[in-house]
């Protein structure tokens, strides 16, 4: 992770490969420091051959990651 920012609770994660950047996103992801309260960081996510493919966050009910609106994440799990 890079571009840390406590204070709007945003950074970039930027991936090598196509392959393992979801596991690398989570492994990085761990590495995060923790927000008091019922926030999330949001993470703009880059993977090099493809480039950017959007901007995630961490659910605090299922543990993943995901793009776009929580409430569709929700229903896909």
């Given at each position: 992770m890079s571009n840390l920012d406590l204070k709007s609770r945003?950074?970039?994660?930027?991936?090598?490969?196509?392959?393992?950047?979801?596991?690398?996103?989570?492994l990085a992801g761990e590495q995060l420091p923790k927000i008091p309260g019922e926030r999330s960081w949001r993470i703009d996510v880059y993977v090099k051959p493809i480039g950017f493919v959007g901007t995630y966050r961490r659910s605090r009910s299922t543990g993943l990651w995901f793009a776009g609106q929580h409430r569709f994440h929700a229903v896909g799990n």
């Open positions: 945003s950074g970039t994660y930027v991936n090598e490969t196509i392959n393992g950047w979801y596991a690398n996103l989570v």
